[in-house]
């Protein structure tokens, strides 16, 4: 069965920074797409993150390139995301998944349950 757990997020001062992970289970997390995403009330859910499995290439939407920064552990089956200079617009619940092949390009198919990240002073 597979599954993806978050921890992380928190209230955190404009300017700081937060570390995501994503403990993942029932499924080999190197050989896999995965991806980070957040969603705020009304709005729809934006892809923050992606990366291939294998050596393959990493996505960063244009709001958070140079900010933001993901990784993976597979030894320890978890992600990251490495949130600094955070924003108050960065404030959203944020997911992460699994896309169904090693491409983040096919359709995500498996998601936590999120955790909320608020950006605020």
């Known amino acids: 069965q597979v599954q993806l757990v978050e921890s992380g997020g928190g209230l955190v001062q404009p300017g700081g920074s937060l570390r995501l992970s994503c403990v993942v289970s029932?499924?080999?997390?190197?050989?896999?797409?995965i991806g980070w995403f957040r969603q705020t009330p009304g709005k729809e859910r934006e892809a923050v993150s992606c990366?291939?499995?294998?050596?393959?290439?990493?996505f960063y939407a244009d709001s958070v390139k140079d900010r933001f920064t993901m990784s993976r552990d597979n030894a320890k089956n978890t992600f990251y995301l490495q949130m600094s200079s955070l924003k108050p617009e960065d404030t959203a619940v944020y997911y992460c998944?699994?896309?169904?092949?090693?491409?983040?390009?096919?359709?995500?198919?498996?998601w936590g349950q999120g955790t909320q990240v608020t950006v605020s002073s």
């Open positions: 990366m291939n499995g294998g050596k393959g290439s990493t």
């Open positions: 029932g499924f080999i997390l190197e050989y896999s797409g």
């Open positions: 998944a699994k896309a169904l092949e090693t491409n983040y390009l096919t359709p995500f198919d498996s």
